[in-house]
């Protein structure tokens, strides 16, 4: 269960932030260029990005672990979680690197933070 909301997760990353959704903005955003030099040791920090995934998936999985499967109720609680402590993170950090980093960067960013959060609620309840 654990493992397919972190892989769903994934797959969710890949296309949020391809050409088809918000690659193309979020590269702007982020002074990268299409083409353009990739950054060394990419496998390395793409697995590290999974195994992070699979400690939010798995304490996500714990705290919706003490609640009835219902995704109306698991989208409602991440939702929560995800403004408690995620959204409002986010936020105050960008504060801080503010003008460096743009409100249009964290809505792309914090947008698939919570779709993510939503879509593993989702795989938890399939799984249950």
């Known amino acids: 269960m654990v493992l397919a909301a972190s892989i769903a997760s994934t797959a969710l990353g890949f296309i949020w932030y391809s050409q088809i959704l918000f690659g193309k903005k979020w590269m702007e955003l982020m002074g990268v260029t299409a083409g353009g030099p990739k950054p060394e040791g990419m496998a390395k920090t793409y697995g590290f990005s999974f195994l992070t995934t699979c400690v939010t998936a798995g304490v996500l999985a714990l705290i919706l672990g003490m609640f009835p499967p219902s995704f109306p109720l698991y989208a409602k609680l991440v939702t929560l ?41 989702a795989v938890f309840v399939l799984f249950s």
């Open 81 to 121: 979680l995800f403004i408690g402590f995620v959204g409002s993170f986010g936020a105050s950090e960008y504060l801080f690197a503010f003008p460096k980093k743009s409100w249009g960067l964290y809505l792309i960013n914090q947008g698939y933070n919570l779709a993510s959060l939503i879509l593993m609620a």
